[in-house]
């Protein structure tokens, strides 16, 4: 297995087709599988289980805090992934069709390195998508060097890597203590710390914003 699409959801039942719709579309012609870990109030019409490469996991929330109920989930799609590599992904998201194939090609996820794509926005109460507008001033040297060693982070769904960076991450870190960090963040910046982060910059997602 080559690739693992790990999707957390929660109470996203209007565009979890699209999602799930996006992850079946990859020109990838290796095997990959989808997991989808699902804490909505209700668990989502067995309808769109539209493949076999689909694994569905219906638990009751985690917790009272987003951002901890979020990483439990990938925590429990971890558990459950058979991929030498793993994308996330969050149930509103969709992904370009070559996004597994444009990673694949790069051979870059058979160390350990945190992979981010580039993304671009799509406005749900428009319909229009959006080229993703970067922080100018954090582009500045200057600013690296002697002000914030923070990366741009695009979001969930833009990171992928090998998987032994999910295993040492839920090793060293609290499924409990981050009540206000999204998983994003806490990858990334554990990343800095122990590995390496490959910024590429072609567009292989697509990040919903609004309603």
Not at 100 to 114: A, G, M, P, Q, R
Not at 147 to 153: H, S
Request: positive net charge; glycine residues 2%.
């Amino acid at each position: 297995m080559f690739f693992s699409i790990i999707i957390n959801t929660h109470n996203q039942h209007e565009k979890i087709r699209r999602c799930l719709k996006s992850c079946l579309n990859q020109n990838f012609k290796k095997e990959y599988e989808i997991i989808v870990i699902d804490t909505s109030d209700i668990k989502i019409d067995n309808k769109l289980i539209l493949s076999n490469k689909i694994r569905y996991y219906h638990f009751n929330r985690f917790s009272k805090y987003p951002e901890v109920n979020q990483l439990r989930k990938i925590y429990e799609g971890y558990k459950k992934a058979k991929g030498k590599w793993f994308c996330l992904m969050d149930g509103d998201d969709f992904f370009k069709k070559n996004k597994l194939k444009n990673i694949y090609k790069k051979k870059i996820l058979n160390e350990k390195i945190l992979f981010q794509d580039n993304c671009i926005i799509y406005k749900e109460n428009e319909k229009k998508k959006y080229k993703y507008k970067y922080k100018a001033y954090k582009q500045f040297v200057i600013y690296k060097k002697i002000i914030n060693l923070w990366p741009e982070i695009y979001g969930t769904s833009s990171l992928s890597g090998n998987m032994n960076i999910l295993k040492s991450f839920f090793k060293d870190v609290s499924l409990k203590k981050w009540n206000f960090l999204a998983i994003d963040a806490l990858l990334t910046l554990y990343c800095l710390n122990k590995y390496k982060i490959f910024l590429n910059n072609d567009v292989l997602t697509i990040k919903s914003a609004g309603n």
